[in-house]
């Protein structure tokens, strides 16, 4: 991705946003980050299983390619929440997956274990956007209910740390700084807020022509927003360090008939930006020339803000759809896999996540699916 110059961004420091505890274990733990591409073996990614399964025992690890993306079949569905899963997020070390539906719960599932693990109600002040910090333990998520706030939620003992007040209107991403403690939120209000859970908000982009999706590159230095302005779609990078100076590049597309644009991620490596639509569409960007590289079509969507995401290899990307159905691409070459089969409920596949470190992935629609690659179709493909 075209990036300014990498250097440290200063900490704010004093003061302290309502309800804040500095000694607090939740602001304080942090497990190890990635670095890197997990479990390198011969120039090729391979991945822990991570949900035990009398059919898919045998090897702990497994090679991410085309064949073993092609025999992921659901393994395990749960039926915890009594609404839509709206949101979903693994832990920086993929041992835990959380999510947030629309009955206002937040649901902690054990990735290793393939188990629910505890059901945490936000009746109070409701649920909407949900993920973890860089502690299993904590987690930010966005209210539905009283206001358009951000709290900050110890999971262990369901108590709110802080609460993080500006944004005026529904708040539609949050994304976690992948490098430290700081977040970034965009709203309907159009605006987009950086935040330090030490000072609360640190500076603001106001008065954007639509409500924008954004996301964090990977080394934390850059954050990618995109949003309509005057009929045509625009992706603006900005220096985290500086951002209320403006876009140091900005990459500009025609307007689009195939839906709007309704979401973005940025590849684990940093190459790619994929935009998702509440269409048939899915695009596929080079970060660095804002070039579209791929344009992805053939997933049922009937009007869903539907979420998609990478391997953690960033060799592929993954989208849902409607029917229940997974669509997997090979960026490498653009070709697609076969759709994988939904499960037996045929629940649909709103969102589709891959653990960052493990041969795992979940699906969620009114249910939330596990899934594994078949060691049987794999040896059977061979």
Known sequence: MARPDRGRFPTPGGGGPPGYNPSHAAFQQR?????????????????QLAVPSPRMAAPTTLVLNDAMLSTFRVCRTFQENSGDVNHADFSTQGEFLLTSASDDSIVIYDCLKGSSNRVINCKKYGVENIIYT??????????????????YL??????????????????RHICLSPVDDQFISA???????????????TGTLPNLDAAPSMAFDPEGLVFAVSC?????????????RNFTDGPFAVFRYGEQQDGDWCGMKISPNGR??????NGPTVY?????????????????????????????DSNYALIGSTNGQVHIWNLKNGAPLLPLPPGRAKD???????????????????????????????????
């Open 154 to 171: 110890n999971l262990q003992e369901n108590k709110y740390l802080a609460t993080f007040q500006g944004h005026t209107k529904k708040i």
């Open 284 to 312: 596929v960007m080079d970060s660095f020339t804002g070039e579209c590289l791929f344009t992805f079509r053939g997933h049922a969507n009937k009007g869903k803000e539907l979420e998609a995401s990478f391997t953690p």
């Open 272 to 277: 790619y930006l994929l935009v998702t639509t």
């Open 187 to 201: 709203s309907a209000d159009k605006t987009i807020r950086l935040w330090d859970h030490r000072v609360g908000c």
């Open 31 to 47: 497990g190890p980050r990635p670095t890197g591409m997990p479990y390198q073996q011969q120039g090729a990614s391979s991945y």
């Open 134 to 151: 860089h502690s299993s333990n904590a987690a930010l998520h966005s209210s539905s209910r009283t206001d358009d706030s951000i709290r």
């Open 228 to 240: 309509c302005v005057e009929r045509e779609q625009r992706i603006m990078l900005y220096d985290l």
């Open 348 to 382: 649909p596949a709103h969102l589709v996540k891959f653990s960052p470190t493990n041969a795992l992935m979940m699906t969620a629609g009114k249910q939330t699916s596990f899934w594994l690659p078949s060691l049987d179709l794999l040896a059977h493909s061979r």
